[in-house]
């Protein structure tokens, strides 16, 4: 009868010893997940454009007939209201081509762009606004933050775009490519300012 309690007493020591366990891991993985930084949400959201246009969404639909040419990541500031380009951005400045982390362009084949040929790979896209012209840079430093360590030394092309001045306000900053003749254009679009960049291939 001894043994019997005693064995019923280590029995019970073990369950409680393995309840207490698991709430204690418990209790640290709710508390991780508290403590995760959970980051709000961005006014300029990230985006993607792609050439062709939809690329990922035609792969997946096996409608795809060509690889892809290029894609443009890169930030979507609102107007509200403000006046953008000679103000919000000052003009004879480079700009990072939207918000938070500059543009970011790929080409996934060689382009040629303003009679220069530019290696397949991905590349920060930068801009110098002016009031007639911009001054659009494809620079090979990447990963970086807004226009702040911006070196001119790593500048793989320069070349100067028309401004074309639009009718009506486009609210969101935008940027997408467009089939040509020839290839495409980068289309840049915000208030009431777009440029093009046009960009060949075979």
């Known amino acids: 009868m001894k043994r019997t309690s005693v064995a019923i007493g280590f029995l019970f020591f073990a369950f409680v010893s393995k309840a207490q366990g698991q709430s204690t891991l418990n209790t640290s993985a709710t508390t991780s997940a508290q403590a995760a930084k959970i980051p ?58 939207g918000a938070n982390e500059a543009t970011e362009i790929e080409f996934f084949k060689d382009v040629n762009i303003a009679g ?17 012209k911009w001054t659009v840079i494809i620079n090979k430093d990447t990963d970086t933050w807004g226009a702040f360590v911006y070196d001119e030394k790593k500048d793989v092309l320069r070349t100067d ?38 960009i060949e291939f075979k």
């Open 40 to 97: 709000t949400l961005d006014k300029s959201p990230m985006d993607m454009s792609y050439f062709p246009m939809d690329y990922p969404i035609l792969k997946t639909q096996n409608k795809a007939g060509t690889p892809p040419v290029a894609r443009v990541v890169y930030s979507r500031p609102q107007k509200d209201n403000r006046v953008i380009f000679g103000q919000l951005i000052e003009y004879n400045k480079v700009w990072r081509l």
């Open 116 to 132: 220069k040929k530019i290696p397949k790979g991905r590349y920060t896209l930068y801009a110098i606004p002016a009031e007639q």
């Open 161 to 198: 775009v028309p401004v074309q001045i639009l009718a009506s306000a486009v609210d969101a900053f935008s940027m997408s490519f467009n089939k040509t003749g020839k290839g495409m254009d980068l289309s840049i679009v915000w208030d009431t300012v777009a440029v093009n960049l046009p």
